[in-house]
């Protein structure tokens, strides 16, 4: 199982209380896990990636053990940490004012 | 006794403030959606427990939410609005092609006599429509197509279609109006539209008596005379009685007539209101005096309303979707603050007093008269 930490807003959106556990089909990549979010919580679409483009949404970041991976390409594998769920993959709305 | 039920978007969540018929004393419940800034909410006036709220965020995107039991619980619906075909290119602020990105949703009108429709005016400038209750949207896409929206060019808060109006003698007549390309108006439920600017004039544009290209700010129509609409445009107050085909200024003796919000009394179609606000870079009202303005003439001779108000030190802003009046007898009138002030008046404007007094900024007020 991968887990996955989302930002409080879109924990509220989806429902739920602390992480998300969720099983992927492949490697382990940002693409993998956003489409498995998106495939268990719908209302998520559009919320992390635009809805038209498909790519991360400009005040969203993504972090894998430690280590900022945003700008990686979409199908990097992550972390082995991360595909064998001993860390979360953490979606973070950016730290910018408003 | 009627009620009313009055929802209040703000930068940071929703507010539903009640009262009974005598607007004295409230109830203020929220904030729905905290930190999300909310630009709009809506009732179906064909079943005011329906409730449609757009949602978004700099971080998040767009989300609509849908109420049944008028306000108290939401779940969110479509969010997908997808350009019809090639979305093209629009001007940008340098002149340069810009291509069309939709960005949020700024009003949300639904439909007068199914609570399923329901239209959404967003950024960049589009029309969407649903069908069923919000879960999928359809782009209007005549509007765009109609010829001059390469030309559309964005006002300072982007290129937003922000004022709908549904004619309620002629279901297949709609108006809407887009900062700052202009007033539009369709014939045939959607399909073909028309600008509807001859008359206005705005000095900031190379030619100011242009078909498309004017800031218009909002326009507002009495329900029994869907022909004549009022507008408060960048600059004046406009005036038309043939549903926009023609246009002229009733500015009058106001002290400015730079502002946002334009409002029609709910049985008196001549009496007009508006908040005067000094000018296009000093978003506060003249004198940090708050005026709602009136005119019982359809414009040109108007009144200051005061009482009530604060007449010295305010320099707060009224957003173009800040301002609403009930349908009671004598009708109320409302409109929120920057500084996040609701107003009441339940007369008419004579006096005002403040139903709340320190939520977010304010982006939209309306209100929902109930049995």
Redesign the interface.
């Known amino acids: 199982m991968i887990r996955v930490v989302l ?1 409080a ?2 924990r509220n ?1 989806a429902r739920v209380d602390g992480e998300v556990a969720l099983e992927i089909q492949g490697p382990a990549t940002q693409r993998s896990i956003l489409d498995a979010v998106e495939a268990a919580y719908p ?1 998520l ?4 990636r ?3 483009t498909r790519r991360r ?1 400009a ?2 970041r993504f972090f894998a053990c430690g280590e900022d991976v945003s700008h990686e390409p979409e199908d990097t594998p992550l972390p082995e940490p991360i595909a064998a769920g001993k860390e979360p993959f953490l979606v973070i ?2 730290i ?1 004012g ?1 | 006794m009627s009620k009313v039920r009055v929802l209040v978007g703000t930068k940071k969540g929703a507010f539903i403030l009640t009262s009974d018929g005598r607007r004295r004393k409230w109830s203020v419940d929220g904030p729905h959606f905290g ?2 800034e909310i630009y709009h909410l809506k009732g179906s006036p064909a079943d005011p427990n329906r409730l449609y709220a757009s949602q978004s ?7 609509v939410q849908r109420s049944n039991d008028g306000g108290r619980t939401w779940e ?1 619906v479509g ?4 350009y019809d075909g090639v979305a093209g290119t629009h001007q940008w602020y340098d002149g340069t092609a810009h291509p069309w990105e ?1 960005k949020r949703v700024w009003h949300l009108e639904p439909s007068l006599t199914d609570p399923e429709v329901v239209f959404a005016g967003v950024e960049d400038a589009a029309l969407f429509r649903s069908a069923d209750g919000g879960k999928t949207w359809r782009e209007l896409s005549g509007l765009r197509g109609h010829g001059s929206g390469p030309r559309w060019q964005p006002g300072a808060g982007g290129m937003c279609l922000h004022t709908v109006l549904l004619d309620p003698v002629d279901p297949a007549r709609m108006f809407i109006a887009i900062s700052a390309a202009g007033a539009f108006r369709t014939d045939d439920h959607g399909t073909t539209w028309k600008p509807i600017n001859r008359g206005l004039r705005s000095e900031h544009i190379p030619d100011p008596a242009a078909e498309v290209g004017h800031c218009v700010h909002r326009i507002a129509m009495h329900a029994s005379r869907p022909r004549t609409l009022f507008m408060q445009k960048h600059w004046d107050i406009m005036r038309s009685d043939d549903a926009g085909d023609s246009w002229r200024e009733v500015s009058g003796n106001l002290p400015s007539d730079f502002g946002f919000p334009i409002e029609v009394h709910a049985h008196e179609p001549e009496t007009v209101y508006v908040v005067p606000i000094k000018s296009d870079s000093e978003h506060y009202p003249p004198e940090g005096k708050l005026r709602v303005y009136r005119s019982r003439t359809g414009g040109n001779e108007w009144e200051a309303l005061t009482e009530g108000l604060p007449q010295r030190d305010c320099f707060v802003n009224v957003l173009r979707d800040s301002m609403a009046v009930d349908s009671l007898d004598p009708c109320g009138v409302y409109f929120g603050t920057t500084g996040g002030q609701v107003y009441v008046s339940a007369d008419g404007g004579d006096k005002w007093e403040a139903a709340v007094r320190d939520l977010p900024a304010v982006l939209s007020v309306e209100v929902q008269t109930l049995p």
């Open positions: 930002p807003h879109l959106l209302v679409c559009g919320t992390i635009d809805r038209s949404r005040f969203v709305g950016a910018a408003g | 930190g999300w965020s700099g971080w998040f995107g767009q989300l969110p969010n997908a609005f997808a939709f």
